[in-house]
């Protein structure tokens, strides 16, 4: 036989996870983001196709100039491994993208970083460009039907 | 509205799954760990604080990551307490360490301004520790009950948020533009071709609706267990086919859905039990300093070289990376058709009657093969066979034998019943070893009950010893409560000490099914 007290800890229990999902729904109605640890599941919000059919796509494209002048693509993958790769874009939005993506921590870590994509290279300049591309599916194929550069970062990784 | 009171009496039993069960799962849980997750942190320590973006929550008040060591110190944490999950020992701290473990790396993880949402892997432990995952006493269906309830709400919360983003807006679809953009930046997913290629406006549009259905239908359905199940199998579907359009291997609600299945009865039937008793048991025997040495040997591994099997596939190109996890979503949706082709059979055999005869005692020495068989599973706490063709001739006089006989005429299962005044009794039920898994015990219950309740029975009785942990949550299914204990009537037979449960069914004359 149960006990009463230990019906009502079940009954509490039973009732915290309402209480829990509840303030998590006030907490970001009043505008902050999404808090973690929080009891929620991905909203998959914002991509969407257009009324038109077109489906915006934010893009990174980075350049690295080294000492002898050659320049390379170096891909978003390459340069942030081993991070997740469904991490790397919400990353770059946060550590490559304004007000400050060229901080000396950041300089140091790419200097380290590209040393070791580019061993026998010096990396002088880093080109980080953003843009607004918009996709469209048309039979069966996706093809990029816009691209618009949005900021671009130069850092002087000489400093 | 779902409260304490209700909860008692809808969910409780709903929930239930043998203790054995938990056990298995358990197994399986520790063991996904180890081959999939860990180590899970490594990588934090490589990037620098410009990458801190810190969501709103414990990691906010900080200005950067911690130290290598931290992360080192995380994952070793979770690998030891994987280690003692699989070998069923110190199961209670070690669950708690892995939910600790997990939520100090995630809360770092998830400060490059991107959050997985795998909270449910995180607190899965502790709701599996409270229901009895450890196998060593009974089940409790609540803490299962309650674990569904956080389930379906964080479920909830995913479809709210997509109904209020737009996604039921039928002039635009959020699957097909979520796949674009997974295509572009990460890379084309494998099915990703054939469904842009062949799928209609419409069934894109279709996919909007299904995924906000099947996240609500979780809060709609939870109160009813075996529809919440079904819909736990038809998650694992969904997101494999995430997996397959969107490239993102979900996979940490896996384990969460896989929580409710019966892995005993699953183990049973593909007949791999006894082979994971014996691991299971071989494990448990483990001195303490042989699994510590197994920690420190798996985590010098681990945190020097990294995951075994994620080298094993970084050796196939980096375009595999996600294969093992792929693999893990096939590996659950072929679960799930093994459980419904299970279901299925069970629906279309189970409530045929089934032709039981009286035993004679020439069927004595038949008999006692078939019984000592059966309960070869009691092995691990008693010293000799079950009976003997002269105890069964013995038992004739107290009750009768019922036998159901093969095509060749051989007994495939046999069932001692008696009765007193007006209450059933029956014990000794054996099934074949080679005919387990078809449901013919439930056959051959159902048949007793159905005799005994013809008979004028009022109630039937039948006694559990305490250490078959998986019986109570068969026979609480089958309507039977626990109704009293009894001593072992033979305990000079005992390797371990143990007793009876008493378990009683009540039989309304009108009760045709269980």
Not at chain 1, 13 to 42: D, K, N, Q, S, W
Not at chain 2, 102 to 107: C, P, T, V, Y
Request: proline share 6%.
């Amino acid at each position: 036989m149960r006990s009463r007290s230990f019906t009502r800890i079940r009954d509490i229990a039973f009732t915290l996870p309402f209480l829990i999902v509840l303030a998590e729904a006030a907490f970001m109605r009043a505008g902050y983001p999404e808090p973690y640890p929080a009891l929620m599941m991905p909203d998959f919000a914002g991509t969407r196709t257009s009324a038109d059919g077109s489906i915006d796509v934010t893009s990174i494209a980075i350049g690295v100039r080294f000492e002898d002048g050659a320049a390379a693509q170096v891909p978003m993958p390459a340069l942030l491994a081993p991070m997740p790769r469904l991490t790397m874009m919400q990353a770059s939005n946060g550590a490559l993208r304004g007000p400050d993506p060229a901080s000396t921590a950041m300089i140091h870590w790419l200097r380290g970083r590209l040393a070791e994509l580019y061993p026998d290279r010096r990396a002088t300049n880093l080109e980080v460009q953003w843009y607004r591309d918009a996709y469209r599916v048309d039979d069966g194929v996706v093809r990029r039907v816009a691209r618009v550069p949005d900021v671009t970062y130069h850092i002087d990784l000489t400093r | 509205m779902i409260d304490g009171r209700t909860s008692g009496r809808v969910w409780d039993e709903g929930y239930r799954v043998s203790a054995r069960s938990l056990a298995i799962f358990r197994l399986l849980f520790g063991t996904m760990l180890l081959a999939l997750l860990l180590p899970r942190y490594q990588w934090i320590a490589r990037f620098p604080d410009a990458f801190f973006h810190p969501p709103p929550g414990l990691t906010s008040l900080s200005s950067g990551f911690p130290s290598r060591a931290y992360f080192m110190g995380v994952d070793a944490l979770l690998i030891a307490a994987a280690v003692f999950l699989i070998a069923g020992r110190f199961v209670g701290l070690a669950s708690c360490l892995i939910s600790a473990g997990l939520l100090a790396g995630n809360i770092w993880a998830y400060s490059f301004g991107k959050i997985d949402h795998d909270i449910l892997l995180v607190i899965l432990p502790l709701f599996l520790a409270a229901a009895g995952w450890h196998g060593q006493s009974r089940s409790r269906a609540w803490p299962l009950a309650l674990f569904a309830l956080v389930i379906s709400l964080a479920m909830a919360t995913a479809a709210w948020q997509k109904i209020a983003s737009g996604w039921l807006d039928l002039s635009a679809s959020a699957v097909l533009g979520h796949s674009v953009a997974s295509a572009v930046l990460v890379g084309e997913p494998p099915a990703w071709q054939l469904a842009l290629r062949h799928l209609p406006p419409a069934a894109w549009e279709l996919m909007d609706y299904a995924t906000v259905g099947l996240e609500s239908a979780f809060i709609i359905l939870v109160a009813r267990a075996s529809l919440f199940r079904a819909l736990c199998g038809a998650a694992c579907f969904f997101h494999l086919v995430v997996a397959q359009l969107m490239a993102i291997t979900f996979l940490s609600n896996i384990p969460a859905y896989a929580a409710f299945v019966d892995w005993e009865d699953l183990t049973v039937r593909a007949g791999v039990d006894h082979p994971l008793d014996r691991a299971q048991r071989w494990l448990s025997r483990r001195h303490t300093w042989h699994l510590l040495a197994a920690c420190g040997a798996v985590s010098f591994v681990y945190l020097r070289w990294g995951n075994p099997l994620r080298l094993a596939v970084s050796m196939l190109g980096p375009e595999h990376a996600s294969l093992p996890r792929m693999l893990a979503l096939w590996m659950a949706a072929v679960v799930v058709v093994i459980l419904i082709v299970f279901w299925l059979r069970d629906r279309t055999f189970v409530h045929h009657s089934v032709p039981l005869r009286t035993a004679t005692p020439e069927d004595a020495p038949a008999l006692a093969r078939l019984i000592n068989q059966a309960f070869r599973v009691e092995d691990f706490f008693k010293a000799c066979d079950r009976t003997s063709a002269a105890d069964i001739v013995e038992m004739m006089a107290d009750g009768e034998f019922l036998v159901l006989d093969s095509a060749d005429g051989a007994p495939t299962v046999a069932v001692f019943v008696s009765r007193a005044d007006r209450r059933g009794y029956f014990g000794m039920l054996s099934v074949d070893p080679r005919m387990q898994g078809r449901g013919l015990a439930h056959r051959v219950i159902d048949a007793v009950e159905n005799r005994f309740r013809r008979a004028g029975c009022h109630s039937i009785d039948i006694h559990v010893v305490s250490l078959r942990t998986e019986l109570p949550g068969f026979y609480q299914k089958l309507g039977y409560v626990e109704s009293g204990t009894k001593m072992f009537p033979r305990p000079e037979e005992l390797t371990r000490p143990c007793h009876l449960i008493v378990m009683t069914k009540a039989l309304a004359s009108g009760d045709g099914a269980h």
